[in-house]
């Protein structure tokens, strides 16, 4: 594992997102990046909570085969409680389900019960109040810094203010809690997620739609921890 140094806001981790990568060759890109990678970033669209439709438990199940990393699975899907085992058998480490959707307290049980890590996720236009209810009950917290759906879109900025707040809750609850950020993160916007507090970095585009992914994963990862020194 390449686990970065711990701090006091936990352990600084790299989420490649295979959605920017070449879905006819994803062990290969995964395995390519393997060395920069702490977690392997699935985003589910289900073409009805988001207007596009990627990936499911299949394509968890092969790649499992070619990475021992945590896989980290976006649900972006208006009904995820109805696919969380199945991800769970595919080998899913961890399940994301996004709080618009609603029943968020029975999903974050049936992922528990599946043995699933659990995170729960917001958009950008979702206030923390919506998710903080749940903070207590999960293992990570997704806020989104672009509206999900599509890779290659511009960072949203404002949403900084919200991981500052979600930061101060996790740390004075002294909540055992990744904070994770998604979308438009690169070279220069890794930076300004990790200062307001993100621990969790995903990235697609800045990763897999550059000439060399590995270089491109170790200059993220080279970005944030200088962030955060
Ligand atoms: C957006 C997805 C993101 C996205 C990130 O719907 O949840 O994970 O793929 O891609 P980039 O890094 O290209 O913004
Ligand atoms: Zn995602």
Redesign the pocket.
Known sequence: MTLIEAGPSGLLRLAP?I??ADFGALASAVEAIDEETDWI?V?V?DGHF?P?VSIGPPVVESLRRYSGKFFDC?L?MTDPGAYLEAFAKAGADGCTVHVEVGGTAALIQDARSLGLRVGLAANPDTSFADVAPFLADIDLLLL?T????????S?MGDVMDKVKVARHEIDTQELALDLEV?????VTTAPIAVNAGANVL??????F?RANPLDAARALRTAAVTARS
Request: aromatic residues 10%; proline residues 3%.
């Open positions: 997102s959605l920017a970033h985003d669209m988001v596009n976006h972006m989104m672009v509206f999900p759906g599509f890779g290659g879109q960072f998604d979308g438009g993160i690169d995903v990235a697609g585009s800045a990763i739609s």
